[in-house]
């Protein structure tokens, strides 16, 4: 990759084509040679970032024919064209102009002359190819605006930016990366090359443009990965390890985000991609600083919701057992009532007692008491399915939900837990309890329950029976 201004000479006069590739050259323009207007075409295609064309009229798939055809691409049009002549200008000065040429010059030239003209109509062309890139990047930052503003998730943000970044400055490889001044190791949260990987560890040693982006807190660019110093420690590990790196130019532009950690917008070319260059740098500063309110916005929402969550999650749950308390049980009892009735599902309530639990608390105490109500809650949440809903109802009192499970179902669920409940010790290795439980079963569809209170009326009045009957056994 060269810095210098890139220049494409197609002239058949191979003497004088030699000729002002080493006059160019000194003047420290970079020529390529080419034979005719296809060959014309398929490099300005495959290298971009041409800066200017000279090309004789006699050219091989014809000179007027080659400006036609650069002017017909919306990629390539703002290129500018310098015709090359040995007939008089007037005889095609229309003709040219007209095709869209830049300039006609006649042969023999004065070199002087020559450089001048190609000095302005590269500056021009320069000028009208920035003109169009701004316009270009301001069309599509507010596009990129427009769609992170739906986003409401930091995550959802961070992909869309190097996706379009990515596309827009057609580039192969755009990723986000946090991390601090002096941090070893980096999060890499966005990565267009890798759209399923998030939250990956990155080395930071390993990457000296981002290094030097976090400790200067200025946009790093570099040109040519192959010769820019920055890299020399880090192409002999490369080599070393036998590591073939496909990365061409690269861009880090830090960032920083209130209450978050500091962040870097990370851009590399690879074969193949246009290269990138200082106005690559201006629009992917433009565009994280658009981004930054939007993204700081959403790891405000997002921390708003996790502390809702976790308010919601205090107010519903048993601060004991973590299980779900009394009231989040009336809530939930309600609504898989009505999604039971809805769907024409069967919904059973087992109403659970430890039995003698009073006996416990006063031979052992209430610690030991509050850790065997723990190891009961335990025990539920090994037993149950990711549908099926735990509460303490009080005291020493459970109530489990087993939606989508009738009465036979229901009883195994009883016998199982019996079972564990037979062959566990509770308490501690000083204070061993065995305890029994008493369980009462209710199912819907039943003409008797009507609503959560008559639900739970009919388990409460099963579990009495199996009080009565001895303990330690359901009825339903």
Known sequence: MTLAPQLLLADPDQHL???LMRVLGENG?????????????????????????????????G???????????????????????????????????????????????????????????????????????????????????REITTSLRPEEIFRVLVRRVAEGLQISRCSIVLAEPGDAIGTLVAAFELP????????????????RALETGKAVLVRNVSEDPIYASTRAEWTAEGHAVPTTSAIAVPFSLTGQRSGLFFLRSTEGD????????????????????????????????VAQEQLKLLAETDPLTGLFNRRALAEKLRRELDRAERYQTVLTCILVDIDHFKDTNDTFGHQIGDLVLQQVAQMFRREQRAV???????????????????????????????????????????????????MGLATV????????????????????????????????
Do not use: C, W
């Open 274 to 305: 246009t290269p990138l260059d200082q106005h690559d740098v201006h629009f992917a500063e433009n565009v994280i600083r658009a981004s930054l309110s939007s993204i700081e916005k959403a790891y405000d929402l997002e921390r708003a919701a």
């Open 17 to 19: 084509s030699r000729t």
């Open 196 to 211: 399923d990987l998030h939250d990956q560890r990155v080395e930071l040693r390993r990457y000296p443009e981002l290094r």
């Open 388 to 438: 099926d809903l735990i509460a303490r109802y009080g005291g020493e009192e459970f109530v489990v939900l087993l939606p989508e499970t009738g009465a036979s179902g229901a009883r195994i669920f009883a016998e199982r837990v019996l079972r564990r409940v037979a062959a566990q010790r509770f308490g501690d290795a000083d204070h061993p309890v065995q305890i029994t439980l008493s």
């Open 445 to 476: 569809p039943d003409p008797r329950i009507t609503d959560a209170d008559s639900f739970l009326f009919v388990a409460d009045a099963n579990l009495l029976k199996a009080k009565g009957d001895g303990r330690n056994r359901y009825r339903d």
């Open 29 to 61: 323009y970079a020529v390529a040679l080419l034979d005719s207007a296809d060959a014309v075409i398929q490099q300005m295609e495959e290298r971009r970032g041409v800066d200017l064309v000279l090309a004789d009229v006699s050219l091989p798939g």
């Open 63 to 145: 000179g007027l024919e080659l400006v036609k055809r650069i002017k017909a691409s919306t990629e390539l049009r703002l290129v500018p064209v310098i015709l090359l002549t040995t007939d008089p200008p007037e005889e095609l000065a229309e003709q040219a102009l007209d095709a869209g040429a830049a300039d006609l010059i006649t042969k023999p030239f004065r070199v002087r002359e020559l450089l001048a003209r190609v000095r302005l109509h590269m500056r021009v062309g320069r000028e009208l190819s920035q003109a169009r890139a701004d316009a270009l990047a301001r069309v599509e930052l507010v596009e990129i605006l």
